[in-house]
C-alpha cells in the first residue's frame, strides 16, 4: 500500500482519481506548518504540492520513506531540487497542462487591450454612455510578433492566425524548419520589434532574457504597438515600460504576471490608463485546473509504480536506476552542456557523444539527455528535465548521434562532447577525479584540468608574459579572490585557455576592466 499527502488544495478530480487507485492512501491535509509537514512526511511515499507548500531540505531531511514530491504547475521555486535529489526523491511537475489556458489568456488579453473593454466596462458601471471615447482597433491585418516558440508561443501563433494576423516569431533555438511548418517567418528581437503591431512574450525567463523589454529595445517598437506579457514578470523592465507608456513610446501594453507578484503599491504599472493588468490569470480555467490535477495524479501513480517517470525534473531513466553511482556522471555530463551553451558562437545545432570505459558505457541515453537537458536549459523553461530533453531538442532542430574519435586525453572512462552551430564546433571532455569529482580534461586543442563548479573566468589570450599577472592584478584591487587558476595551451606564443574559479562574483565593471587588457581575446564569467 503506498501512502500520498496532498498538503495544497488540488482539484477534486485529481484527489479522486488517486483514491480510485486499490493499493494508494490518500491523505489531505492543507494548512501544515513546516514543522507539522517535517513531521508528518516520513509516513508517506509521495508528496502533492501547488504552491503554498514549501519543501526545503530541513523538511525532507527526515522524510526517509519519501519516493516523490509531485508539483501541481510548472514551478518548481518551492521545491530544493537538490535537496531532494541528494535524498533520491523524485521532483515532477506538470508543464503542459495550462498551455492551451496560457495561449487563449493571451488572445484575450490582445482583445481587451485592443478595445479598451476594461476602461468602457468600468465608465458604463459609473453611469457613462461613450462609445466613441472607447473606439480601438482589430486584429485583422496587424502583424504580431511572438518572442519564444514553445508550446504556448506555437498555440498563440494558430489563434492568431484564425484572426488573418501576419505573424513573425524570435526564437533562436528554432531551426527554419520549424518556422515554415508554422508558416511564420523567423526573424532576430529587433526586426521583430521595429515590424510588430503586436509584441506577445513566451519565452522562459534566464540571465539572458531578464529585462529583455527595456528602455533601448522598447524605443525600437512602433509608436501605435501593444506589449503582451503571459510569460515571466522579470522579462520586463517595469520602471522602463511605465515611462514608455507615459510618454507614447508605445501605445498600449496587457500585463498578466509582475515581477513581484502581488505587485507592491510603488509598482510604476499599476493604474496607468493605457494598460491592461490582471492577477496572473494564465492558467486560472477550471479545465486546467482540473488537468494539472488529473496530470499529478497519474503521473505519482505510475511513478509509485515503476511505469514512467514522465515530467521528472531530477533523475531517473529506468526502475533499476543506480541512483549513487550514475547521478556523478550525469552531473559531470551536464557541466560539459552548461559550457558548451555558454561558449557557444550561436545557437547550437548538432550534438555528437562519445563514451569511453565499461562503467559508462552503458549511459549512452542518460548522458546524452543531460548534456541536452544542460544546453536546453539555458534558454527553455525548468520544466527541461532528462526525460523531455531529447524530444525538445528534436523539435528546436538540435541533432543528436553517437560518434568517435572525439577525446584525445588519456582517461579510463571519459565523456567527450562536440557542438556545432552555424560556422563553428567546439569539442569538450570531462572525466570524475575519484569516481565522484567532475573535471574538464580537454577544451578542442587545449588539454586541461578544470574545477567546473561554482563562479568560473573563462579567458581566451594571446600567450604573452604578463597577462596571468595584469589579470590577478585587477581582480586583487577589486577584492575577487582566485581560488584555483587552470590554463592550457596547443603551442608556445599561440593563444592559451584559462579557467579560473573566484570566491565571488566580478561587478560589470571589473569585468570591462578585464575584457580591455590588451591580450584579452575573449572573456566572460559563468556561474556553474
Known sequence: MFSVLVSDKLGEAGVERLEQEPDVQVDVRTGLTKEQLAGVLSDYDAL????????????????????????????????????????????????????????????????????????????????????????????FDKTLGIVGLGQIGRLVVQRAKAFKMEVIACDPYVSEDIGRELEIQLVDLNELLSKADYVSLHTSMSPETENMINEKTLGLMKPDAILINSARGKLVDEAALATALKTGVIKAAAIDVFRHEPPGEDNPLIGLPNILHVPHLGASTVEAQRDVALQIAEQ?????????????????????????????????????GHLHFHMASGPIRSV??????????????????????????????????????????????????????????????????????????????????????????????????????????????????????????????????????????????GQALSFVNLDSYPSDEVIDELRNVEAVVKLQVLNL
Request: hydrophobic share 40%; with cysteine.
Open 300 to 336: 505519482v501513480i505510475d511513478a509509485l509504480h515503476n511505469r514512467d517517470f514522465r515530467n521528472s525534473v531530477n533523475m531517473p531513466f529506468l526502475p533499476d536506476f543506480d541512483f549513487e553511482k550514475t547521478m556523478p556522471y550525469l552531473n559531470l555530463a551536464e557541466k560539459i
Open 48 to 139: 502533492i504540492i501547488r504552491s503554498a507548500t514549501k519543501v526545503d531540505a530541513e523538511v525532507l531531511e527526515g522524510a526517509r520513506k519519501l519516493r516523490i514530491v509531485g508539483r501541481a504547475g510548472i514551478g518548481i521555486d518551492n521545491v530544493d531540487v537538490r535537496a531532494a535529489t541528494g535524498k533520491g526523491v523524485i521532483v515532477m511537475n506538470t508543464p503542459q497542462a495550462n498551455a492551451i489556458a496560457t495561449a487563449e489568456h493571451t488572445m484575450t488579453m490582445m482583445l481587451a487591450v485592443s478595445r479598451n473593454t476594461a476602461q468602457a466596462h468600468e465608465s458604463v458601471a459609473q453611469g457613462n454612455w461613450e462609445r466613441s471615447k472607447y473606439t480601438g482597433q482589430q486584429l
Open 352 to 493: 555528437e557523444i562519445e563514451l569511453q570505459g565499461e562503467a559508462i558505457k552503458e549511459l549512452l541515453r542518460p548522458i546524452a539527455a543531460a548534456i541536452l537537458k544542460a544546453i536546453l536549459q539555458g534558454f527553455l523553461e525548468d520544466s527541461v528535465n532528462y526525460i523531455n530533453a531529447p524530444v525538445l531538442a528534436e523539435q528546436h532542430g538540435i541533432s543528436v548521434a553517437q560518434s568517435k574519435g572525439l577525446g584525445s586525453v588519456p582517461y579510463a572512462h571519459l565523456i567527450s562532447c562536440r557542438v556545432h552551430w552555424e560556422g563553428g564546433s567546439r569539442t569538450i571532455s570531462g572525466a570524475l577525479f575519484g569516481g565522484v569529482h567532475p573535471r574538464i580534461v580537454q577544451i578542442s586543442k587545449y588539454h586541461m584540468d578544470v574545477d567546473p563548479s561554482g563562479i568560473v573566468l573563462v579567458m581566451l589570450n594571446e600567450d604573452v608574459p604578463g597577462v596571468i599577472g595584469r589579470i590577478g592584478s585587477i581582480l586583487g584591487n577589486h577584492k575577487v579572490n582566485i581560488g584555483e587558476w587552470r590554463l592550457g595551451r596547443a603551442q608556445k606564443g
